[in-house]
């Protein structure tokens, strides 16, 4: 039965609603302001100079003063900046500055705003995906993608991975002192097998991406950072090499099309005393656990980025950003494996310990 009655609708609430919304377009256009602001170095420029004009932020970066003087308003508007009257200055505050300028800091910013406008970029095609079922790979999208991706995870791999996440594991970092056999799968532009064998540099590392030219840049970054590396293009459930005794894979296990291949092929290559760190964004099991600020922007991730490069690969199970640990440890459980348990957390990270 249907019924023409119409649905009350409480102004008040429609109203507040749209302002919300307006807000959003202003978080949505933000992005792109803060990578302009990162590129040209607005921030680096107001860390620590104080009040500052539209005028000398320009002159100090060498830009247009019309746009430095429109990108502060754009930042005091969002509270990036603050902004006073009485001078008609702008001045970018102490935890600001470290947020947008300290590539050391677990709270560096930058990477994760660009790799988010790398994405959005692409949403003419991943609409057309969308209909289809079709995916778009992760080679194929714009460099932005690239290099934010290693520039937002990076800084948590630093502040945890030697000192936090690795001691988690069972007997793992006294393998990595005495010399161990390691194996970074999906390993990228090689952060992550670079800060461990800095940390643990008597032991041997091999990172493998499919992604040729990310294997490249991980080959510059070694050399660059004096660590001796192995850096081979190969996918997940292919690469080389047996008798590992730690293999990790740092927030990719639910970019892979065929996760319980490549979890099959890391038991097949696995020490039978070896553990797998897989490292996974901070997710719970439900999706009511997931709704909050940082669920809000994986899922985001998920639906225009990691599930098309999923989807765009053999199989195409597509676990999805927000997979959860319960879903990672039935692909564990799948292929082979018998204990499983998250060793460690981040408000951004699952570190999860996976054993034979």
Not at 32 to 53: C, F, H, I, N, R
Not at 314 to 329: F, M
């Amino acid at each position: 039965m249907t019924t023409d009655q119409a649905v009350a609708v409480d102004g008040d609430k429609l109203m507040a609603f749209v302002f919300n919304a307006v807000g959003e377009v202003g978080a949505t256009l933000n992005a792109a302001l803060v990578v302009m602001g990162d590129k040209l170095g607005y921030y680096d420029a107001l860390a620590g100079a104080g009040p500052t004009t539209p005028a000398e932020l320009a002159d100090r970066t060498n830009t247009d003063d019309h746009y430095a003087r429109e990108w502060l308003n754009a930042q005091a508007a969002g509270g990036f900046v603050e902004y006073d009257p009485a001078t008609a200055t702008y001045t970018l505050p102490p935890e600001q500055a470290v947020a947008f300028t300290d590539e050391s800091s677990p709270a560096y910013l930058p990477g994760i705003f660009q790799i988010a406008l790398g994405t959005v970029q692409d949403s003419s095609r991943l609409i057309e995906a969308a209909r289809s079922g079709a995916g778009i790979g992760w080679h194929e999208h714009d460099s932005d993608v690239h290099i934010g991706c290693e520039r937002f995870f990076r800084p948590s791999y630093l502040a945890n991975l030697s000192e936090n996440w690795l001691p988690a594991l069972d007997g793992v970092v006294a393998k990595l002192e005495r010399g161990a056999k390691v194996a970074d799968i999906g390993c990228g532009h090689g952060s992550s097998t670079i800060l461990m064998a800095q940390a643990f540099p008597q032991s041997s590392y091999t990172g493998f991406d499919y992604h040729p030219e990310s294997i490249e840049t991980a080959r510059i970054r070694a050399a660059e950072a004096g660590v001796d590396i192995t850096f081979e293009v190969a996918g997940s459930t292919a690469y080389g090499g047996s008798g590992y005794d730690l293999v990790t894979t740092f927030d990719a296990l639910h970019d892979m099309g065929d996760p319980v291949g490549a979890a099959r092929r890391v038991r097949e290559s696995l020490a039978p005393d070896g553990t797998w760190m897989v490292v996974e964004p901070m997710a719970g099991d439900r999706v009511e656990d997931n709704l909050n600020p940082v669920g809000r922007a994986y899922y985001g991730f998920s639906t225009l980025l990691c599930t098309p490069g999923a989807l765009s690969q053999e199989v195409g199970l597509a676990l999805g950003t927000q997979a959860g640990p319960a879903r990672i440890r039935d692909v564990t459980t799948a292929a082979g494996f018998t204990r499983f348990r998250v060793a460690a957390e981040t408000p951004f990270n699952l570190v999860l310990e996976v054993r034979p």
